[in-house]
Nanobody, 127 residues
């Protein structure tokens, strides 16, 4: 049974920072590609960032490049999303997801490529 639990969301002012964490159960965490997605009210879920199993490859949606950083600690079964210079348009529920295909280089942006999902954590950025 794989479980992903996000934490670190909250309310922050424009320009502020938050660090999201996603703790995973499962002995093969180090084999998974990990992604972050978000869903704003009335909008579809969108890709935010992804990191390969050994952190050798990362990818970001254009709107967060230079502001967000994805990282992972395989010893702690945890993936992080450091979010700086937050904007009101970053307001959403943020989800982490795991892709079990064990690739070192493929970093999928399509949510259908992911096998497990967390319950989400709310991030609200006030103007």
């Amino acid at each position: 049974q794989v479980q992903l639990v996000e934490s670190g969301g909250g309310l922050v002012q424009t320009g502020g920072s938050l660090r999201l964490s996603c703790a995973a159960t499962g002995r093969t965490f180090s084999s998974w590609t990990m992604g972050w997605f978000r869903q704003a009210p009335g909008k579809e879920r969108e890709f935010v960032a992804v990191i390969s199993r050994n952190a050798g490859s990362t990818s970001y949606v254009d709107s967060v490049k230079g502001r967000f950083t994805i990282s992972r600690d395989n010893a702690k079964n945890t993936v992080y999303l450091q979010m700086n210079s937050l904007k009101p348009e970053d307001t959403a529920v943020y989800y982490c997801a795991a892709d079990s295909t064990m690739s070192f280089t493929v970093v999928p942006r399509n949510s259908r490529e992911y096998d497990w999902w967390g319950q989400g954590t709310q991030v609200t950025v006030s103007p």
